[in-house]
């Protein structure tokens, strides 16, 4: 049962963008407090507006505390911003909103270079300062790959496992595991779940790109391992851009991959998470397609006292 839909980043409707960042060269205490403080009013903003339009999922990008796990970044800003940080994580508790966070392709677990690993576990620390400063519950999660094989697979999961362990409590409570397109398929990320009790973020896309057990027992196999204090199960969900490298995104979600996708879903409530180019407008076309053929997803209604404006200029209205 479709829960939620949400969508990436920031909106493709709104000036705000709540990832604003800099070079390593020009992160000044200044510069990264200036930053900040733009980028946690565009959050702000940005969650409104999607409250406003039913939305009530969202990625939120890891610019949003510009260069968060890296030494040059000495700011205690989840002191220094406590009280916006606060309001924010109010908002979103509030509205049973569900956030998340998705660290880049260089926070590398599995690496056998002990340099890499802890600048891995440094950028999840931080990742999970940020929710825990927002105040939000266990449902609201990081999620990341195993990372590269280094030439042996085998190897790079065990590795991955071992550091898991290692995780400070406040990181290993939010951590979920995607599978990949390439490497690290389903039947890896579910082997790994039953040796760490790690929760499967499931990306349908990548697992129709890569193959393996049918879609079908990979959603039934993957919805087990959530418990109740994670939260529903999570999903991702994109389509196959065309003419495009197998495994590229596209701008929009092809209503027919979503729909089959449901069909052979555990009847239990989920959230999807969509990674399509278009961001919030892809999920607005997604969800009018769908309620052409009778599908809502079970959302809470819509608040307008968010967003009075009725939406960004030129927006739609609300389904």
């Known amino acids: 049962m479709l829960r ?3 969508f990436v980043s920031y909106s493709l409707r709104l000036q705000a963008c709540p990832n604003r960042g800099t070079v390593l060269q020009l992160a000044t ?10 980028n946690l009013a565009a959050l702000q903003e940005t969650l409104c507006y999607a409250l406003a339009h039913d939305i009530r999922m969202f990625r939120i990008s890891s610019d949003i505390i510009p260069f968060g796990g890296h030494p040059v970044n000495a700011l205690p800003w989840w002191e220094e ?3 916006p940080l606060a309001e924010i994580g109010a908002l979103i508790r509030a509205r049973e909103m569900r956030v998340s966070m998705h660290p880049g392709q260089y926070t590398l677990f599995s690496s056998p270079d002990v340099t890499v690993t802890a600048n891995a576990i440094a950028d999840l620390v931080w990742h999970a300062r940020f929710l825990d400063a927002l105040g939000v519950g266990s449902e609201c999660k ?3 790959h195993v990372g590269g094989a280094y030439g042996d697979k085998r190897a790079a999961m065990q590795r991955w496992a ?3 362990r290692e995780l400070p409590p406040a990181v290993r409570r ?10 690290f398929g389903t039947e890896d990320v579910l082997e790994l779940a039953a040796i760490t009790g790690v929760p499967v973020v499931f990306d349908v896309f990548h697992h129709r790109v890569m193959g393996g057990m049918p879609l079908a027992e990979a959603l039934v196999a993957a919805f087990a391992i959530w418990r109740e204090v994670d939260g529903p199960p999570k999903t991702h969900i994109s389509s196959q851009e065309p003419g495009a490298r197998p495994g590229t995104h596209a701008h929009y979600v092809d209503v027919d991959d ?4 449901l069909a052979v879903a555990p009847p239990q409530p989920f959230d999807v998470m969509l990674e399509a180019k278009e961001k919030d407008v892809a999920l607005f076309a997604l969800r009018d397609a769908l309620a052409e ?5 079970v959302t809470p209604r819509a608040d307008s006292s968010l967003w009075p404006q009725g939406g960004a200029k030129g927006d739609r209205k609300s389904v």
């Not at 979503?258 to 996708?261: E, I, R």
């Not at 053929?293 to 997803?297: A, H, K, L, Q, W």
């Open 4 to 6: 939620y839909l949400g």
């Open 29 to 38: 205490p200044e510069r990264l407090r200036g930053l900040i403080t733009a």
């Open 81 to 83: 911003f406590a009280a």
């Open 142 to 144: 990081i999620v990341i």
């Open 162 to 164: 071992e550091r898991y």
């Open 174 to 183: 939010r951590l979920v595991l995607e599978n990949d397109e390439r490497l």
């Open 258 to 261: 979503f729909v089959s996708f």
């Open 293 to 297: 053929r009778g599908i809502v997803p």
